[in-house]
């Protein structure tokens, strides 16, 4: 069971969420199942339709950090360093 966990989070995405506009990050398998919230508990709507470098949820970031996960791939060409992000967004 202690795997499972892991297994989940290995991969982020990022996605849109309901009730709020920034870019949240959410287990890569959310398209699978139904019961998946993005890390900071909202539901999920679909892929996000900004990018999560200039508007991600900074909670999102911190949980993922706090999971050992220090990069999100956000497409084909581009993977955000959680860590480099977080420190451009606190002031
Ligand atoms: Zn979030």
Known sequence: ???QVVDVFD???TVRAGGSSDVHLAPLTWTERDDITTLCGRDIR???TQSFRRCG???????ALGLG?????ESPQVVVN???????RMP
């Open 1 to 3: 069971m202690g795997r």
């Open 11 to 13: 991969m982020l995405s």
């Open 46 to 48: 679909g892929p996000p």
């Open 57 to 63: 949820c900074l909670r999102c970031a911190g949980s």
């Open 69 to 73: 996960i220090t990069a999100v791939r």
């Open 82 to 88: 959680l860590s480099r992000f977080l420190d451009s």
